[in-house]
């Protein structure tokens, strides 16, 4: 494995690990809200507001880099799979390249909407104010690792005659 694929690679786990922290958190925090609404009649002050602006948007966002790794995002290739091997990698090149672009506009836009947001202390009202600009920072982290294992994958594309961009199927990882 190549030194910058051990490096991205590195990096899409430590997103996706947060990420697994954020939802181990977020039931944490739901359980105990339920039960000490349920048994004091005091629940958690700020609980939805929290899990939303913090907790979901790291579960969503930072893993997108590790779905895609894994070549696991959902794709439409009934027609290109009866095209020669040769079109069908050029297919997959091309997608990947105007996904990089798609993906590189929104790391781009979000860190400008999250550093506008750290400048102004963006806060949401609920029963509480949360701090928001903090989370914003993780759309960026997500979409610019997207990007790296799209790049990756491109160059793997283009340089590894064995390059196959299907998933692995549960088999093969034993499941």
Known sequence: MHPIEKIIRGFVHVLTFIAGISLLL???QTV???ML???MGAPI???LEVISAYHMVLAVFLPLAYVELRHEHINADLFVRL???RLQRGIYI???LVSC???GVLAWQTL???ISSYQIREVIMGSIYIEVWPSKFSLPFGFFAIVLVLLLHIWKALTDPDFDPSPESPEAEGI
């Open 37 to 39: 609404n349920n048994f």
């Open 112 to 114: 400008q909407d999250a």
């Open 26 to 28: 977020m039931m944490t």
């Open 94 to 96: 091309f997608g990947c």
């Open 32 to 34: 105990v809200d339920v």
């Open 83 to 85: 095209l020669s091997p």
């Open 45 to 47: 002050e700020g609980n």
């Open 101 to 103: 672009c798609f993906f």
